[in-house]
């Protein structure tokens, strides 16, 4: 799987390098009780690294000082919100933009608008996600014919042999995700080889230098990063001038042409959607699967629900609303993995959470996955049970996080459609199992991955 350890971490540090940048004279003390600066250069940062990422750092930092607390990057404080009641008090974050792909585009060198203000950006984040919408509504055949491919190949496998779902599972985020992103030339399984490794390279490098600096020192490790990027950008550019030239509206790289962007911000677009398009859906389905075959009973509740609503014919879009316990199975998916378990904001105006002011232009770390295994949140918050979300109070508290509803990352809207359409064609045909004494860690960096290969059995459903 591909190597997050360093991206995670950095993640908040280029959030709060851009804030260094863009607001040099507005360091002020927010009061708020937490760590000092165990370093007068560096903050805490040296904490973070020693925790092993900064979702263990936030763990720990808000199991010492509570639900509101603050850490120090440099010279400069930053927030933390780690229950449910504060987030829901922090008023006036900045909701103009996708914090993923605002980091995302950071890391790569690419602006975050269209080249102007606010609205700018507001407006390209609308075409962006219109376009996602519109390769799912014309690509569905597509996803559904992928997905059958891998269940068809798991069902000729004898019952006893290991499945390694990481390695299958990537390749099926990788295959929905280009053929829908960028057209049919990804069905080509060159180009999918080739995409791969350079989406590995990048994703292997991308943002070690802004912790040490090692990415300048070793002359062969950049070369190799820029040099897969460099294709990566081609490769990308080449998709966009043939998608213009025959003029078809099936994609997402089609939909982006219709608008008023230029060809390299399309190609920046792409690039954004495909690498992170990826990871996460590869990860969901990862772990989908892995809690499935731990249920035996959530499970058989979910082929039931399926066979109700679908009988024998092939998921649709338009019946996808109607999979409410799938739903339910994917939302306790991200909840149990901690999908992704951090979220950060610039505060635009001032803000207060209980007594305590938040300054303008303040960094906001929203510790989600502090959160998403809070005892006072969720019952039994390690526990895989997807039951918990037919409660009102669930889904609320799961929509005020942004994992539902309109702050939901783009990204993971389509790929929760994938992972439906997975589960929708697998479920209807073979039982999961799960390895005798195997357990799978969570790594929780930016998107939680296994530590290890995750494997599991199957058999045949009877008729």
Not at 147 to 164: C, M, R, Y
Not at 174 to 187: A, I, M, S
Request: aromatic share 8%; with cysteine; glycine share 6%.
């Amino acid at each position: 799987m591909l190597d997050f350890a360093i991206f995670a971490v950095t993640f908040v540090i280029i959030l709060v390098g851009a804030v260094l940048y863009l607001y040099p004279s507005s360091r002020r003390a927010s009061g708020i009780p937490g760590l000092y600066p165990t370093d007068e250069k560096d903050g805490n940062l040296q904490d973070i690294i020693n925790k092993g990422s900064l979702h263990e750092f936030l763990v720990n930092l808000h199991q010492e000082f509570g639900p509101v607390a603050s850490f120090w990057f440099g010279r400069r404080p930053v927030v933390s919100l780690g229950s449910v009641n504060q987030l829901r008090q922090h008023i006036n974050p900045n909701h103009t933009t996708d914090s993923f792909e605002t980091m995302l585009k950071s890391l790569l060198g690419y602006p975050p608008g269209m080249g102007g203000g606010p609205n700018e950006s507001v407006v390209r984040k609308k075409l962006y996600e219109g376009a996602i919408n519109i390769s799912l509504k014309n690509n569905f055949p597509v996803m559904l014919k992928v997905t059958e491919e891998l269940v068809g190949k798991w069902k000729s496998f004898p019952e006893a042999q290991h499945i390694p779902l990481c390695a299958h599972l990537l390749g099926l985020a990788l295959k929905t995700v280009t053929q829908l992103g960028l057209g049919e030339r990804f069905k080509d399984d060159a180009e999918i080889i080739s995409f791969r490794k350079n989406h590995d390279a990048i994703w292997s490098e991308i943002g070690k230098g802004y912790m040490d600096g090692s990415l300048e020192k070793s002359s062969s490790r950049k070369t190799h990063y820029e040099k897969a990027l460099s294709e990566m950008e081609s490769m990308l550019l080449s998709v966009v001038k043939e998608r213009r030239d025959q003029r078809k509206q099936m994609a997402f790289v089609d939909a982006l042409l219709q608008s008023s962007l230029t060809e390299r911000q399309v190609m920046e677009d792409c690039m954004v959607f495909t690498l992170a398009g990826c990871v996460i859906t590869a990860n969901l389905c990862i772990w989908a699967l892995h809690f499935l075959s731990t249920s035996k009973e959530v499970q058989e509740k979910l082929h039931q629900e399926l066979q109700d609503v679908l009988g024998s014919d092939p998921v649709s879009l338009d019946k996808i609303p109607q999979l409410r316990y799938c739903q339910q199975v994917l939302n306790e998916t991200v909840r149990t993995a901690k999908l992704t378990p951090i979220a950060a904001r610039l505060q635009e105006v001032e803000g207060k959470v209980d007594q305590h002011v938040i300054p303008k232009e303040t960094l906001v770390i929203y510790a989600l996955g502090v959160v998403l295994q809070d005892a006072d949140t969720w019952s039994a918050p390690y526990r895989f049970d997807p039951d918990r979300f037919e409660e009102d109070s669930a889904r609320k508290s799961f929509c005020l996080l942004g994992f539902s509803g309109n702050q939901t990352c783009p990204e993971l809207r389509f790929a929760y459609t994938v992972a439906t359409v997975l589960l929708s064609t697998l479920v209807r045909q073979l039982k999961l199992h799960q390895l005798k004494n195997q357990v799978a860690e969570v790594r929780s960096e930016l998107v939680s991955t296994p530590k290890d290969e995750t494997w599991i059995t199957v058999n045949h459903r009877k008729s």
